[in-house]
């Protein structure tokens, strides 16, 4: 066990909605990772929140966005939902930004859009 | 840009064979390098990470990997396969993102199958 939890484990949405998903990272950790995993692929990284600040993007559109919270929480919200986006959606937390820092991932939330 | 290619999206060994999944990288700096393990509807678990300390990585499970400078490897090996290693493995390279932020670059993954 990594001690990252996130939720919900399974979702479904219809195309145009809005989502949020949840993370909460292990204790300590002031940075964390959103990644987007479509079926077959590797995980895509989409954002990394350090101390409660975007710090990093990858090349997703702006309807994609976070929030990172004091408690080690963090969410990413996903407007005007997509049929591309069906995936799963993992969070991962570290101990610092730095690019020597491991990541620990949680289970991830999978995501259907109808 | 960072880059990482996984030779072989599937890879079958009969149980108690060796297992040898292959990564190859790119990095404009020294590299950290990590292999993952990924079972079904599960996230990632590391198995080792390599940070320049040493060549041959040990990590769990009996897995271990090889940093190759020469020839940018980072293969991942296993003397003897068990079902129980049945999963997908993604190799990813570490860099730093402008900002400073950590660009984390993930290989497509090799799913390993065990034959019993």
């Known amino acids: 066990e990594t001690g990252v939890t996130q939720s919900p484990t399974h979702l479904i949405k219809t195309r145009g909605q809005q989502v949020t998903l949840r993370c909460s990272s292990q204790?300590?950790?002031?940075?964390v990772s959103w990644y987007q995993q479509a079926l077959g692929q590797g995980p895509q990284f989409i954002f990394q929140?350090?101390?409660?600040?975007?710090?990093g993007r990858g090349n997703f559109p702006p309807r994609f966005s976070g929030l990172q919270f004091p408690n080690y929480s963090s969410e990413l919200n996903v407007n005007a939902l997509e049929l591309d986006d069906s995936a799963l959606y993992l969070c991962?937390?570290?101990?610092?930004?730095?690019?020597?820092?491991?990541?620990?991932f949680g289970p991830g939330t999978r995501l259907l859009v109808l | 840009a960072q880059s990482v290619t996984q030779l072989g999206s599937h890879v079958s060994v009969s149980e108690g064979a060796l297992v040898l999944l292959r990564c190859n990288y790119s990095s404009s700096v020294p590299p950290y390098l990590f292999w993952y393990v990924q079972y079904p509807n599960q996230g990632l678990q590391l198995l080792l990470k390599y940070t320049s300390a040493a060549t041959l990585v040990k990590g769990i499970n009996g897995f271990e990997a090889e940093f190759k400078k020469s020839e940018t490897s980072f293969h991942l090996t296993k003397p003897s396969a068990h079902m129980s290693d049945a999963a997908e493995y993604f190799c990813a390279v570490s860099d730093r993102g402008s900002g400073g932020y950590q660009k984390v670059t993930f290989g497509t993954g090799t799913k390993l199958q065990v034959i019993p």
């Open positions: 204790s300590g950790h002031n940075t």
């Open positions: 929140y350090y101390r409660e600040e975007e710090n």
């Open positions: 991962a937390s570290s101990l610092s930004q730095g690019y020597q820092e491991t990541q620990y």
